[in-house]
């Protein structure tokens, strides 16, 4: 008898049927019917094997199960077959459907994986969208059994999905990434840890010129580091380590297992048949379990129904009302095509060219702003290339007419193709597409647009204008679930042709069903639950369309005001579905300017053409031909300090420019203004009084302090109190690439990204041996306000717990001392607390009472210190007339550059701000009940207080960073700009290896509040 196992996950479908080695003549002739790949019984432990070939479902489970059984049940005579069972995520409707068997997908795999490698130990699974880690142990019959597993959670940064998206947008198949990569030798770092982080540092590695082997070199290693840190969370991995999934078939992932994992060769199975082990495993669970053999007829019947069932599909309900374009204003019919007719040649002209992510848009303009060409172009991770064939379309268009008087950039690429291309106008996004946006206003409606909507391929934007003037902007932070690859990604899922078929299906739709704001993984899982339902194709794509508006309205714009005239541009905006979703939500006029996609270009040569007027200067164009451009593209490490950054050096005639430092100290980028800060630097201020060593007399046990999380605040008081009693402190090294990932790895949950880091560096700590390893468990900080509490997160309050739990740090355990602090008791208190520590460390009480009062002046002293030098900066911006950037951060984001990217010293460097951090100010007295009375986190509190400081100084602003998964800043941060009373910028930060993004946001930030003018 010959039994099939069907595995039907998200993405794709695979078949086996399974039998003894007398059915391998019949399985060996269906094969041929149907194609796919046999194993006759001697490589399979006994049994015959048919696979069929793999098939993507494409939002049609039922069709795709349909085709599979037909072409297997065609090639099997009649009275062969015995039973089907049914497993993988999309599998359990179509079992419970037709009545037959189905089986957990962990227990499938471990059964075929232990029916062919009964030795394995291991299983590493990276499928379409799921992980799995799991332990084999042995029955003692040969039979495999689960000692422990686990799964990955709602995030696809690991699997195969996430892949497949990203070999896709670089124009490569999925198939061909492991070829590529084995190559290189060089990448850049990709963040794991989320989707959209990993594509972000896709982005600005791409941007910077890394080619796309070496991106998905580094997103292959990416998507490894990631696994081992949310999936096998510190477990262990024993040999012989079987790797199933359709990433086996990556070579590239398969080598990034190897070296994440430390296995050598001998060690790692990557077996032929590694997407098909659950299908293999059901179909043997189904030999187990059936008895009475699978008749013709009930074979027919199944069919039948999995026909029928296709004919009945799309009932579900819809949840929002039909799209309608009669509140859509579209102006593209409007441009009229440039005539160079009756006109003086060469026309005056001023080109400008936007790098982004997915598309690069190159505008040529007329010395009145008539757009004389435009190109839109797919990037493709090529930036370089694509512009260079961009300006060679462009002399081919205009070639003596006209003649370039200036250039100006904008886009994620813009310093790197300004340097190659010799701009004389660099810009952020915002400001570009606030310039082309207002021209195109003025031209073609004689009315300033007040509101501007820019849907890119990865980034989102929101602007508000009065007058001209920036008064408001926000980008996507950390979901892409508002963006235009995001759109793109479901719309391929779903087969539907993003470009020609999307628009006018959505359109048709009578009853959009109603998807809500949801990211890639669950829009993914609500899009195959209304398909099961048997929603139509039409009605989902509408639901995307409101999708997108609605993630875009409540993650980018959230409740910000919204203004008369609004433009909706970007790449996003030539899908009038899309459109017609924010003019039905919204109940108001919805513009899409002329030359929607390349607004960010037309601004950017508008911005060239006033430069070039203001200064009077003879362009730095250095032509239509970029490979007469004597350029080099170089790659290095630094070794400046721990960090030791993959940098990139692009070389243009005899000027050279520098990417990929994380702390800007040997490599630095050019300054973007001759402005200079006229404060002290506070910020190296505080990292020099926080460091300052006070000496320990020798003998003492050696106690390693973590320099990280709480030690930005407390390290004077800790230092104070171990040296007053004779003990040397160790501090672990700053944050660097090598001890994050070394956190990530330990880590046992997902927590925000410094109280991973943590682990890394107590892990550090551990290495280096000292006698002991202080983490205290802090309850709560000194009390500055008696009406309320002071707590700190819970994830700072249950540290030393955390940490003692993770495997990865158990040769640690016995060296932590974690006494419980509460600061708000005071002296008494913490002198109470220190007491077993002392005596652990064999000092007396009486040494130990004393060393802690000693502590709390040292602490006391340096914080007067720091709001002394902040008052002293305040009257500095006060005498030169300056404004300033208040820094709102928790102290172990604001102070550690392995942290925030070292963005505060780029801020000062690269920009000219004076900066004035948050615990510099004199916050003392601050009321802030009548806003939220009852702030009982102490950083919270703090934050606040600076808030209403910043509201009571017009000269100050705020820059508040964040990171992502922190749970009281993210409702604090709604608070700020009502005590504030301005608006601000958030920058949420997780692990990032590029800063490109944070400094874009901090760039448009600056520009919008008159600071680079």
């Given at each position: 008898m010959i039994y099939i196992g069907i595995d039907i996950g998200s993405i794709g479908i695979k078949a086996a049927a399974v039998g003894s080695r007398q059915d391998a003549p019949v399985l060996e002739k269906a094969r041929g019917s149907g194609g796919g790949i046999f194993f006759p019984d001697a490589a399979m432990n006994g049994n015959a094997v048919l696979l069929t070939k793999y098939r993507r479902i494409l939002g049609e489970p039922v069709r795709a199960a349909l085709d599979i059984l037909e072409g297997l049940l065609n090639g099997m005579p009649d009275g062969s077959l015995g039973g089907i069972r049914f497993t993988g995520t999309n599998g359990r409707p179509l079992a419970e459907m037709l009545g037959l068997g189905f089986d957990n997908e962990l227990n499938s795999l471990v059964r075929g994986v232990g029916m062919r490698y009964p030795g394995a130990r291991t299983i590493i699974e990276m499928g379409g969208n799921?992980?799995?880690?799991?332990?084999?142990?042995?029955?003692?019959?040969?039979?495999?059994?689960?000692?422990?597993?686990?799964?990955?959670?709602?995030?696809?940064?690991?699997?195969?999905?996430?892949?497949?998206?990203?070999?896709?947008?670089?124009?490569?198949?999925?198939?061909?990434?492991?070829?590529?990569?084995?190559?290189?030798?060089?990448?850049?770092?990709?963040?794991?840890?989320?989707?959209?982080?990993?594509?972000?540092?896709?982005?600005?590695?791409?941007?910077?010129?890394?080619?796309?082997?070496?991106?998905?070199?580094?997103?292959?290693?990416?998507?490894?580091?990631?696994?081992?840190?949310?999936?096998?969370?510190?477990?262990?991995?024993?040999?012989?380590?079987?790797?199933?999934?359709?990433?086996?078939?990556?070579?590239?992932?398969?080598?990034?297992?190897?070296?994440?994992?430390?296995?050598?060769?001998?060690?790692?199975?990557?077996?032929?048949?590694?997407?098909?082990?659950?299908?293999?495993?059901?179909?043997?669970?189904?030999?187990?379990?059936?008895?009475?053999?699978?008749?013709?007829?009930?074979?027919?019947?199944?069919?039948?129904?999995?026909?029928?069932?296709?004919?009945?599909?799309?009932?579900?309900?819809?949840?929002?009302?039909?799209?309608?374009?009669?509140?859509?204003?579209?102006?593209r019919d409007r441009a009229a095509a440039y005539s160079f007719e009756g006109r003086a040649l060469p026309v005056e002209a001023y080109l400008g060219i936007d790098v982004g992510s997915v598309s690069t848009n190159l505008a040529l303009v007329d010395a009145c702003g008539n757009v004389i060409h435009f190109l839109y172009m797919r990037t493709d991770s090529r930036p370089i290339e694509v512009v260079g064939k961009g300006l060679e379309m462009l002399r081919e268009e205009a070639a003596g007419r006209v003649r370039i008087r200036g250039v100006g950039t904008t886009g994620s690429g813009r310093d790197l193709i300004g340097c190659l291309v010799g701009a004389d106008a660099v810009h952020d996004e915002i400001t570009a597409h606030k310039t082309g946006a207002m021209f195109l206003s003025k031209a073609y409606l004689d009315s300033d647009v007040d509101t501007i909507f820019e849907i890119g391929g990865q980034d989102s934007k929101f602007i508000r204008l009065d007058k001209g003037v920036v008064v408001d902007f926000s980008m996507n932070e950390a979901c892409s679930a508002g963006t235009g690859s995001f759109l793109e990604e479901q719309a391929e899922r779903l087969g539907i042709g993003i470009e020609s078929d999307f628009s006018p299906l959505a359109l048709s739709a009578k009853h959009p069903i109603r998807l809500g704001e949801r990211c890639t993984v669950f829009m993914e899982k609500e899009l195959i639950h209304y398909l099961r339902q048997g929603a139509g194709k039409s009605d989902l794509a509408a639901g995307l369309a409101y999708s997108i508006a609605l993630n875009y309205l409540n993650r980018v714009v959230q409740g910000r005001k919204i203004g008369k005239l609004i433009f909706f541009q970007g790449g996003v905006a030539y899908n009038d579905a899309v459109a017609a979703a924010f003019s039905c939500l919204l109940k108001k006029r919805i513009v899409i300017p002329p030359h929607n996609g390349v607004v960010g270009a037309i601004g950017a040569a508008l911005l060239a053409r006033r430069k070039i007027e203001r200064t009077g200067k003879e362009s730095g164009f250095r032509g239509y031909d970029l490979g007469k451009v004597d350029y080099e593209l170089r790659e290095h490490i630094c070794r400046g300090c721990s960090n030791n950054c993959t940098v990139q050096e692009i070389r243009v005639e005899t000027e050279r420019t520098y990417w990929g430092d994380k702390c800007s100290n040997r490599f630095r980028r050019r300054p973007k203004t001759d402005k200079r800060a006229v404060i002290r630097d506070l910020v190296s201020l505080r990292e020099e009084w926080l460091n300052e060593d006070i000496p320990a007399p020798p003998g003492g046990p050696a106690v390693g302090i973590p320099r990280c999380m709480y030690a930005y605040d407390f390290l004077p008081f800790w230092r104070t109190y171990f040296h007053a009693i004779g003990c040397p402190t160790v501090l672990s090294p700053v944050t660097n690439r090598k001890l994050a990932e070394k956190g990530i790895e330990t880590s046992m949950a997902e927590p925000c990204f410094p109280i991973q880091a943590a682990h890394g560096h107590v892990a550090a700590l551990a290495e280096l041996g000292t006698d002991y390893i202080f983490v205290p468990n802090i309850v709560n900080q000194p009390a500055s306000d008696k009406t309320t509490e002071s707590y700190l997160c819970p994830w700072g309050v249950t540290l030393p717990f955390v940490l003692s739990a993770a495997r990865g740090l158990s040769h640690a355990r016995d060296r932590l001392l974690a006494p419980t602090i509460r600061f708000r008791g005071g002296i008494p208190q913490v002198q109470r607390a220190m007491r077993p520590v002392a005596s652990k460390l064999g000092v007396s009480r009486r040494e130990s009472d004393r060393a802690v009062r000693r502590a709390f002046l040292s602490y006391r002293e340096f914080n007067q210190r720091l709001v002394r030098a902040g008052s002293l900066a305040l009257r500095n911006l006060e005498d030169a007339d300056r404004m300033g950037i208040v820094l709102i951060a928790r102290p172990y984001t604001l102070y550690d550059p392995g942290i925030n990217m070292d963005v505060p010293r780029k801020l000062r460097d690269i920009y000219g701000m004076d900066l004035v951090p948050l615990d510099f100010l004199d916050l003392g007295g601050i009321d802030i009940r009548a806003e939220h009375d009852n702030m009982f986190w102490d950083y919270g509190r703090r934050i606040l207080q600076a808030a209403r400081v910043v509201g009571e100084n017009p000269r100050l602003h705020i820059i508040f960073m964040t990171n992502f998964k922190c749970g009281p800043d993210s409702f604090i941060h709604h608070f700020v700009e009502s005590l504030s009373r301005k608006p601000f910028l958030l920058l949420q930060l997780d692990g990032h290896g590029n800063d490109a993004g944070a400094l874009t946001r901090c760039e448009a930030y600056l520009e919008s509040k008159g600071f680079l003018q």
């Open positions: 799921s992980s799995k880690y799991v332990r084999l142990t042995s029955d003692g019959n040969g039979r495999p059994g689960i000692e422990d597993y686990e799964k990955n959670g709602d995030c696809a940064a690991g699997t195969g999905s996430f892949m497949d998206q990203q070999a896709s947008r670089l124009r490569y198949k999925v198939e061909e990434i492991g070829d590529l990569v084995l190559s290189v030798d060089t990448f850049p770092t990709i963040a794991g840890r989320c989707t959209v982080f990993s594509k972000t540092d896709m982005i600005h590695a791409q941007q910077r010129g890394y080619s796309p082997e070496q991106i998905l070199k580094g997103l292959c290693e990416a998507v490894v580091r990631n696994f081992k840190g949310t999936v096998f969370k510190g477990k262990s991995v024993v040999p012989p380590v079987v790797v199933a999934g359709g990433m086996a078939a990556n070579a590239g992932i398969v080598e990034a297992i190897r070296k994440v994992f430390s296995l050598g060769a001998e060690d790692l199975i990557v077996p032929e048949a590694h997407s098909w082990f659950c299908a293999i495993g059901a179909g043997l669970n189904e030999a187990e379990a059936d008895g009475n053999g699978f008749s013709p007829r009930k074979a027919s019947e199944c069919l039948e129904k999995l026909r029928n069932s296709m004919q009945e599909a799309g009932g579900a309900s819809g949840g929002d009302p039909a799209l309608s374009t009669e509140n859509l204003l579209l102006l």
